[in-house]
């Protein structure tokens, strides 16, 4: 069910562009920003406040690279296998992440900490190869900086605990 | 009071990966804590451009122009500049040997031979304070176009300049403004193009996030122009700094009065709405952004009509991209005829590039039209890296095609890069050398193609799989010379009948490594041989027993990992796991790893 404050957001995003489906976009950001991920029901409720058929705003959120239609683990990442990234050696980066996380492209580890999906260009090219880590930027990966990350992602969930 | 140093801390996405963030929180940290708060402004500017060497920091009144900075080195820069007035002498940029030369910004390479008019604010302002851009005649070009001049006026004011898109296709600005204008109808849109799909270029991001008043005032000059209301700024989710940049420039703006109801006295309303894009390559283009701003999934339809007519709910429409409105309030406050100066006779002003792939100064360059690749490429972009050959440059993107080493002094326009059977495009630059495989390359650009084409029309859905198809059959050394005649015909046929122009360049990139580099693809076939590696299935990589000294160097740079010995003993690479990315051969200091 959509809470009342997601209902509120959608109203008030169809107040300010001043037509109903014209929110859709935004509709589905903000369920994805408010979930993590879009569910069926969600979306089949967000189209009726919207007054537009199920299957048209499903054929919006699909073509968004970040709306997620299924649950997606804790922490997202998103690994560049755009061209820039490509040629500066991604696809030895990809492999390394995999390797490490146990999974593949569009999987969740068993555990439901990470989800490892692909990205048309991030447009960090400039720090190719590049990925996203819960939307921020990480860019010129190599083996060692991968270690930098995921050591502090470890530290974090350490940091968690403790509270 | 006045400061005695203003820090200028570069927070473009790219140096945010690279912790300027916590670089930025550092200096304010130190200078509280040194005791200097009151003597020194820090200020997160735009992207310099300069991302290669990223973080970058620049000093005022010194001029100091540090690079690849640290969090860790927020300390010493604020006790040795702010403090004691000297220079960090370890952090500034050094051309060539020299150690202690102390570089300006004026004497790098990398700034020489370019023009800054579309970024001529990044790295300068806080673009997050609307009075640092006014200060550098911010809005006047609004307020000249407001009390100075009629709409025809401006439109006139664009056709002098010559300005043409800066989107990719090159259409002439004025007459796209001029259409729009003359069509019937009282409610008219205002759109900028900020979705910047292209793979390779991120030229629109950088901009709005180093100044996003530029962008905001060309659009209500714009709706003022045509006689629209209200504008809608289609930006991809993926640029989260850009939107945020946005969101603060058009809340500062609508205080000063320059957004909202009767701007400046004048009469005149307008409003602005930032949207979020799909981040679906698709989705640039612009019909399939309309319906997509409309609420509908981003599919292109039939031109005619063209959005001038029949755009955003049907209304007449200017659809422009970031970069040539951002133009626009230059050619405005500095004049036309100042603009028109610039560049070559059929395509005046600049164009921005983002350089990528195997370039040694990776980032963002702005070059007045008629500049040559060359000096792109070799002067401001230093080379290629690590002395290696250059290949090609792909430019315009999965649409544009591969400009080789004989065309390199070629002035770049719209019409000398169509020449040579690529495109201006939006301006991505991706520099090859010779260990990139051209028909690896145009797989990779047909797969995206693939994965990209909205599948409306048949001529694109269908043949850019089939174009792969045979293109992957070539790669593994099981194409035939047959092929190459069907990867012409199908691609001319998807040139002719396709529906938008992702369909109608998508063969580009193939028909250009084709004309360029035939003797490759039939190396791949005759030879059954990738002569740059790439090609996965075609090569091998094997360990020498006779020159591995077993100290595992390559054992640990490889990410599957599938090499295995003992220390000091010869290494065996498990051929059935290895994913032949290379790592091994590049890391080898004895030469053992051999490339078959
Ligand atoms: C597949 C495809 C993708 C496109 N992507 C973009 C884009 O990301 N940004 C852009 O400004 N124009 C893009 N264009 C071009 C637009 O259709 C349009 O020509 C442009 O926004 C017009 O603005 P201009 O006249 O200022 O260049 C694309 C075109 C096609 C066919």
């Known amino acids: 069910m959509l809470s009342e404050l997601e209902r509120t957001a959608i109203r008030a995003a169809v107040e300010r562009l001043g037509d109903r489906r014209a929110a859709a976009a935004e509709t589905l950001a903000m369920l994805q920003r408010e979930r993590g991920w879009v569910s069926d029901e969600a979306l089949a409720e967000a189209a009726m406040v919207l007054g537009m058929p199920r299957e048209e705003l499903e054929t919006v959120a699909t073509a968004f690279e970040l709306v997620f239609r299924r649950r997606v683990g804790r922490h997202v990442i998103m690994a560049c296998d755009s061209v820039s990234c490509w040629i500066k050696g991604a696809d030895s980066i990809v492999a390394l992440i995999k390797e490490r996380l146990g999974i593949g492209f569009g999987e969740t580890s068993a555990d439901g900490e990470f989800t490892l999906l692909p990205a048309g260009c991030l447009g960090l090219c400039e720090q190719a190869p590049a990925m996203t880590l819960d939307g921020l930027p990480y860019g010129r990966l190599d083996a060692k900086t991968l270690d930098e990350i995921f050591a502090r992602i470890g530290e974090d969930k350490h940091g968690d605990s403790a509270h | 009071m006045a400061y005695k140093n203003y820090i200028l801390v570069c927070g473009g996405t790219g140096c945010e990966s690279s912790k300027s963030d916590e670089l930025f929180k550092a200096l304010h940290q130190q200078?509280?804590?040194?005791?200097?708060?009151?003597?020194?402004?820090?200020?997160?500017?735009?992207?310099?451009?300069?991302?290669?060497?990223?973080?970058?920091?620049?000093?005022?009144?010194?001029?100091?122009?540090?690079?690849?900075?640290?969090?860790?080195?927020?300390?010493?820069?604020?006790?040795?500049?702010?403090?004691?007035?000297?220079?960090?002498?370890?952090?500034?940029?050094?051309?060539?040997?020299?150690?202690?030369?102390?570089?300006?910004?004026?004497?790098?390479?990398?700034?020489?031979?370019?023009?800054?008019?579309?970024?001529?604010?990044?790295?300068?302002?806080?673009?997050?304070?609307?009075?640092?851009?006014?200060?550098?005649?911010?809005?006047?070009?609004?307020?000249?176009?407001?009390?100075?001049?009629?709409?025809?006026?401006?439109?006139?004011?664009?056709?002098?300049?010559?300005?043409?898109?800066?989107?990719?296709?090159?259409?002439?600005?004025?007459?796209?403004?001029?259409?729009?204008?003359?069509?019937?109808?009282?409610?008219?849109?205002?759109?900028?193009?900020?979705?910047?799909?292209?793979?390779?270029?991120?030229?629109?991001?950088?901009?709005?996030?180093?100044?996003?008043?530029?962008?905001?005032?060309?659009?209500?000059?714009?709706?003022?122009?045509?006689?629209?209301?209200?504008?809608?700024?289609?930006?991809?989710?993926?640029?989260?700094?850009?939107?945020?940049?946005?969101?603060?420039?058009?809340?500062?703006?609508?205080?000063?009065?320059?957004?909202?109801?009767?701007?400046?006295?004048?009469?005149?309303?307008?409003?602005?709405?930032?949207?979020?894009?799909?981040?679906?390559?698709?989705?640039?283009?612009?019909?399939?952004?309309?319906?997509?701003?409309?609420?509908?999934?981003?599919?292109?339809?039939?031109?005619?009509?063209?959005?001038?007519?029949?755009?955003?709910?049907?209304?007449?429409?200017?659809?422009?991209?970031?970069?040539?409105?951002?133009?626009?309030?230059?050619?405005?406050?500095?004049?036309?005829?100042?603009?028109?100066?610039?560049?070559?006779?059929?395509?005046?002003?600049?164009?921005?590039?983002?350089?990528?792939?195997?370039?040694?100064?990776?980032?963002?360059?702005?070059?007045?039209?008629?500049?040559?690749?060359?000096?792109?490429?070799?002067?401001?972009?230093?080379?290629?890296?690590?002395?290696?050959?250059?290949?090609?440059?792909?430019?315009?993107?999965?649409?544009?095609?591969?400009?080789?080493?004989?065309?390199?002094?070629?002035?770049?326009?719209?019409?000398?890069?169509?020449?040579?059977?690529?495109?201006?495009?939006?301006?991505?630059?991706?520099?090859?050398?010779?260990?990139?495989?051209?028909?690896?390359?145009?797989?990779?650009?047909?797969?995206?193609?693939?994965?990209?084409?909205?599948?409306?029309?048949?001529?694109?859905?269908?043949?850019?799989?089939?174009?792969?198809?045979?293109?992957d059959k070539i790669s593994k050394g099981q194409g035939t010379e047959d092929d190459l005649a069907k990867l012409e015909k199908i691609g001319k046929a998807m040139t002719k009948a396709s529906l938008c122009m992702l369909g109608g360049s998508a063969a580009n990139p193939t028909l250009s490594t084709l004309r360029h580099f035939r003797e490759e693809y039939l190396e791949h076939i005759r030879d059954h041989k990738c002569r740059a590696g790439k090609c996965k299935d075609l090569v091998v990589y094997e360990i020498d027993a006779a020159k591995c000294i077993g100290c595992g160097l390559c054992a640990r740079k490889c990410p599957v990992p599938c090499i295995a010995g003992e220390k000091k003993q010869p290494h065996v690479i498990d051929q059935a796991r290895c994913i032949k990315c290379g790592e091994c051969y590049k890391a080898c200091k004895f030469g053992a790893v051999i490339k078959k």
């Not at chain 2, 040997?97 to 790098?108: G, L, Q, R, T, Y």
């Not at chain 2, 080379?383 to 770049?412: N, W």
């Not at chain 2, 326009?413 to 010779?434: H, Q, V």
């Open chain 2, 31 to 471: 200078a509280e804590a040194q005791g200097v708060k009151n003597d020194v402004q820090i200020v997160k500017t735009g992207c310099f451009g300069f991302c290669e060497k990223g973080p970058i920091v620049k000093v005022l009144p010194q001029e100091s122009f540090y690079v690849e900075v640290k969090p860790e080195d927020a300390k010493e820069i604020v006790a040795e500049q702010v403090v004691k007035g000297r220079e960090v002498k370890r952090l500034l940029y050094r051309k060539g040997e020299k150690a202690d030369s102390n570089v300006k910004i004026e004497d790098i390479e990398f700034y020489q031979k370019q023009f800054r008019v579309v970024l001529r604010n990044c790295g300068v302002i806080n673009p997050e304070n609307i009075d640092e851009y006014i200060a550098r005649e911010g809005y006047t070009g609004l307020e000249r176009a407001l009390f100075k001049m009629k709409p025809d006026d401006i439109v006139n004011e664009l056709k002098v300049s010559g300005l043409r898109g800066r989107g990719g296709a090159g259409f002439p600005t004025w007459l796209k403004w001029d259409l729009t204008k003359k069509a019937p109808g009282d409610v008219k849109y205002v759109v900028c193009n900020a979705d910047e799909g292209d793979p390779g270029a991120y030229m629109n991001r950088s901009t709005i996030e180093g100044d996003p008043h530029s962008l905001i005032e060309a659009m209500i000059i714009c709706g003022y122009t045509i006689g629209a209301r209200q504008g809608y700024i289609y930006i991809r989710a993926e640029y989260p700094l850009a939107i945020e940049r946005l969101k603060i420039a058009i809340r500062q703006a609508k205080e000063y009065g320059l957004l909202g109801t009767n701007i400046l006295g004048s009469g005149f309303d307008f409003d602005l709405e930032i949207r979020l894009g799909a981040g679906a390559f698709v989705c640039g283009e612009e019909t399939a952004l309309l319906r997509s701003l409309e609420g509908n999934r981003g599919m292109p339809v039939p031109k005619p009509p063209f959005p001038a007519i029949s755009g955003l709910w049907k209304k007449p429409t200017v659809i422009n991209n970031v970069e040539t409105y951002v133009n626009i309030s230059v050619i405005m406050s500095k004049g036309a005829q100042w603009y028109a100066k610039i560049g070559t006779e059929k395509s005046r002003g600049t164009k921005t590039f983002a350089l990528t792939g195997k370039i040694q100064n990776s980032g963002l360059v702005e070059v007045p039209m008629g500049t040559t690749l060359r000096e792109i490429i070799f002067d401001i972009g230093g080379g290629i890296r690590g002395g290696k050959k250059f290949k090609g440059v792909q430019t315009g993107g999965p649409s544009g095609g591969i400009i080789t080493a004989e065309s390199l002094d070629q002035p770049i326009s719209y019409e000398s890069l169509t020449a040579l059977g690529s495109m201006m495009g939006s301006g991505g630059m991706i520099i090859m050398d010779e260990d990139d495989c051209v028909v690896d390359i145009a797989k990779f650009y047909m797969a995206f193609c693939v994965d990209e084409s909205c599948g409306k029309c048949a001529p694109c859905r269908i043949g850019t799989n089939q174009m792969h198809a045979i293109l």
